[in-house]
């Protein structure tokens, strides 16, 4: 078994290196940097791993790089720029592929573009393999299973701590969706506008805020599986406030890893006949938590658990089974009301 990571120098493909190394797996380091990529190696301690040199919008050389790989783990900071050429050459090279994208439209471009491709090809596409992601569908099936139904999610990221370069660098580059409030599940179909259902939400401490409409990945993921009237992800409208002025300047400031781990909840509110059950996923790190989701996903593929085409963590796998095994990863989830 060898195992590909793209984008293996950045902040997560350390963590995904870092995995892979902990389980055993042959590991092929990718990316557009020789010296950067030798250095994550080092740093993730998987010093003398292979490194293959291959830009993102390569296709040649990037199917080359993957060519004899059983799957392709895809950690880059910016997938509506730079992700889809990854997606193209995995598929093109017959190997699996997942990713860490957040960024909702490349979700959504994933299952609408890449998924009959994937399927001719045999291979298996997972996409939004992150806390919000996963925690998200996994949390939705196993909440609405229990009401009976779903009238209504909503979906809300509260995280600590400082932020990546690359996240910051995936905000910049999607500030207008982000503003704009994405995309949202309604009666059968997908709505833009960035006027929430709820305009305040209920943190997980008891803090009542006002929110906005925010672009949660989930919003594309759930409707796939799980019949509700509405799906909607939420910001709190403070953290949007900050967000819209972020620069280049910033993002030139920012630290590439973050100095302390990013720790988050993912609150994933489901409504049935006037009732919610609320489940929250946490975790010590955003960051890594991601990294070693992928792994496990891509591993799971190569073993058999996929399907062809393009499917979200919850057509795959089971959910309560999943949730568990993140208890590896320091990982926690709950379900109340």
Not at 276 to 290: A, K, Q
């Amino acid at each position: 078994m060898k195992i590909a990571v793209y984008g293996a120098s950045g902040h997560v493909g350390r963590f995904a290196v870092e995995e892979l190394r902990r389980r055993e797996v042959a590991t092929v380091l990718v990316g557009r940097d020789a010296e950067r990529l030798k250095a994550a190696a080092e740093r993730a301690g998987a010093a003398g791993a292979e490194i293959r040199v291959a830009g993102a919008h390569d296709h040649d050389a990037l199917t080359a790089a993957f060519a004899d790989v059983d799957a392709v783990v895809s950690t880059l900071p910016d997938y509506t720029g730079n992700g889809e050429g990854v997606v193209r050459a995995a598929i093109a090279a017959g190997a699996h592929y997942v990713d860490v994208a957040g960024e909702q439209l490349f979700v959504r471009k994933i299952f609408d573009e890449y998924g009959e491709a994937a399927a001719k090809a045999g291979v298996t596409l997972v996409t939004a393999v992150t806390e919000a992601g996963v925690f998200a569908d996994l949390l939705t099936v196993v909440a609405a299973e229990r009401l009976g139904g779903a009238d209504e999610v909503v979906l809300s990221h509260v995280a600590s701590g400082e932020g990546s370069r690359g996240s910051m660098r995936t905000v910049f580059n999607n500030l207008d969706v982000f503003l704009s409030g994405g995309l949202s599940w309604s009666e059968g179909g997908f709505v833009s506008g960035p006027k929430a259902r709820r305009e305040e939400f209920e943190l997980p401490d008891g803090e009542t805020v006002a929110v906005r409409k925010f672009p949660q990945p989930g919003v594309v993921t759930i409707p796939r599986h799980t019949k509700a009237g509405a799906v909607e992800g939420v910001l709190a409208t403070a953290i949007l406030d900050v967000v819209k002025d972020v620069t280049e300047a910033d993002l030139a400031a920012a630290p590439e890893a973050p100095d302390k781990p990013a720790a988050y909840q993912m609150v994933v509110d489901v409504y049935r006949n006037g009732h919610r059950l609320r489940g929250i996923g946490s975790g010590p790190d955003t960051y890594r938590n991601s990294g070693q989701m992928s792994v496990d996903v891509a591993l799971r593929l190569v073993a058999g658990a996929g399907k062809p085409g393009a499917h979200s963590t919850a057509e795959l796998f089971a959910p309560v089974e999943f949730l568990d095994s993140l208890k590896a990863y320091d990982m926690e989830w709950s379900l109340t009301g």
